[in-house]
């Protein structure tokens, strides 16, 4: 479905056009075309082939949602894929985008429910004298809100992280909560394979293919380099605390396991007294000197008592109960 298809011209959007008469437009050299796409059917994409001259390999992938980010050369023009991510209402959200790049052509290709493209539009339209440039710098508009929406989420997962630790050394976490860790580790992967593969976009942006990109337009690149930077960081090291965390619980496991065991071993000690003593009367053998005695049982009975009262002193002053 087409959102938007617009010409702009010397940065100044020139007009609206339909997709039909977009060959004509690309036939002015002080023109570029600026398309935006969500969800497109087999038969739009045909048209956008037709028009904009796009090679049918990168025509092919941009039908599915499932490629891999990356960049990709077609005679004279570039196939860029993007993963997107971004928060709504609590909830993180991934998605795809496919770019079409040439000289005179910027083509956004958006698909599951990506992130919308008006503000990067919008931004571009308001600095007429960048997006005079051409597609690079509507290029650099995009790249640089689909890395923005990367942060919040990096925030969101931060915050998570952060009551998972407070529950696992306040002794809350239940299975529940260690299924929402490992749960947290995969999103984190996820959302850094989504970003990592950014490095080598803006790596070939800013030293390749300089009739789209112009020199004066590399310094924009790197800027948004060096926020993919921080965000791989970021996740790296969410990614170590968490793990970090999880060997934390399974060590704190460890010890209430252990406490538990030495309360058991502990009070397994204090019966075993009683038990050897009485299971030694229950022999039924007829000579016990002990039989005969008329304080016999009571003293047997008072001993056995003080033996166990002193081993539960001890076992307690050794923190075993």
Known sequence: MYIRCAAYREGQRAADVNIEDVSELLAKPDT???VGLTEPDPKELLQLQQEFGLHELAVEDARSAHQRPKLEEYRGSLFVVLHTVELREGKVHFGETHLFLG???LVSIRHQSSLGYGRARARCESMP???AKGP???LYA???LVVDNFMPVVEHYQSLLEK???DIFECRLHRDAMERLYDLKR???RLRNAAMPLLDICNALMRLHPEIVSKDLRVYFRDVLDHVHRIIRATDTMRETLSDAMQANLALITVRQNEVVKRLAGWGAILALPTMVFSMYGMNFKFMPELDSRFGYP???TGTLIGCIWLYRRLKRAEWL
Do not use: P, R, S
Request: aromatic share 16%.
């Open 103 to 105: 000289k005179q052509f």
């Open 142 to 144: 995009l790249l640089d």
């Open 32 to 34: 570029f075309v600026w």
């Open 187 to 189: 999103c984190l992967l």
């Open 129 to 131: 004298q960048l997006l």
């Open 164 to 166: 998972l630790e407070e």
């Open 136 to 138: 690079g710098f509507a």
């Open 299 to 301: 003293t047997a009975l």
